[in-house]
């Protein structure tokens, strides 16, 4: 599969905190990518460094074949306007004051998408109806409307500049979980519909493994383990991704008893240890992780782990 984007080595650092380090995985043309990992692990940082949002401190991000952390000014917004993002909060990140047909056309004007009033209406309309919205919601408020509808219009937003990938941070966490099915549903109709490359960040393994064709698991600012998201669910290779697993409720209580939940607290970007981030935490732990970072390297064709404890996979996959 092609590559539409491609993170190389990808770092941001607060002064001496890094909240991303040397972090690279790629996003297929038409493929759903889901970067998950725990509150604080610097999946958000990622997805805002690939839209310039937050400025990197090192690394490359090549999107169709143009690195975006070498442009500025016109020439950055012009590919700036082939991703989109969609954001985690729908009650902050629409504006109280617009009418969402305001708020929608915002891509369009600035883009110069529209040659008449009528077009961008069109337009506007088109899209709203798109997401599922009621045919007069463009004349109405935010506070009009619910987390779940709010939602739908901020991805209507995503939309209107018609990109080719869309970065979805965390796009269903603020959402009651009644409403949380319809929303990732639209997102994944609208990824077959227009054959959108997608970056979905999220905690949540569960979500992540049935929307995405692959996952990328992210802990304490690094990666840990990438592949499929049929081999990552039934073979996961590192401790951490195993970890995660067992901690998804299951209906069977009984088909978790041999998965042990680890213990202990990431580590903070100031305090990041020598060698392998997840060794206080990690089962498995030998002298040399505390010594050498592991390198992400493949295990099997498409499934890469960085973990330099050959007994550690095998006994991940051993299930």
């Not at 038409?30 to 310039?52: A, H």
């Not at 949380?180 to 997102?187: D, F, G, M, P, T």
Request: aromatic fraction near 4%.
């Amino acid at each position: 599969m092609t590559a539409l984007l491609s993170v190389e080595g990808l770092t941001k650092a607060f002064g001496p905190a890094r909240v991303v380090d040397d972090v690279s995985f790629t996003v297929g043309r038409g493929e759903i990518v889901g970067l998950v990992g725990e509150s604080g692990s610097g999946k958000t940082t990622v997805g805002r460094c690939i839209l310039r949002l937050t400025e990197p401190t090192a690394g490359r991000i090549v999107f169709d074949g143009v690195d975006l952390a070498a442009l500025h000014g016109a020439r950055l917004r012009a590919r700036r306007r082939r991703i989109q993002m969609i954001f985690q909060d729908p009650f902050a990140s629409l504006n109280p004051r617009l009418r969402i047909g305001s708020i929608v056309a915002e891509p369009i004007d600035i883009h110069g998408l529209a040659s008449s009033r009528a077009e961008r209406r069109r337009k506007v309309q088109a899209l709203l109806d798109e997401v599922g919205m009621p045919a007069d919601a463009w004349r109405r408020y935010p506070h009009e409307f619910s987390g779940g509808q709010r939602q739908r219009i901020g991805i209507a937003r995503a939309l209107a500049a018609d990109p080719d990938l869309v970065v979805a941070d965390e796009p269903v966490s603020a959402l009651d979980v009644s409403v949380q099915a319809q929303v990732l549903n639209l997102l994944a109709d609208l990824q077959q519909r227009r054959g959108l490359s997608m970056l979905f960040i999220s905690h949540d393994l569960e979500v992540v493994r049935h929307l995405c064709d692959r996952i990328a698991v992210m802990y304490a600012s690094r990666l840990m383990e990438t592949g499929s998201g049929a081999r990552i669910a039934a073979r996961p290779a590192h401790p951490y991704t195993r970890a995660l697993i067992a901690a998804v409720p299951h209906r069977d209580p009984t088909a978790r008893k041999a998965r042990a939940i680890v213990e202990g607290e990431t580590p903070g970007p100031l305090a990041l240890p020598p060698g392998c981030v997840f060794q206080s935490r990690c089962p498995h732990v030998v002298p040399h992780c505390r010594e050498a970072r592991p390198p992400l390297a493949p295990i099997e064709p498409g499934h890469a782990v960085a973990c330099s404890n050959p007994r550690a996979v095998a006994a991940c996959t051993a299930d």
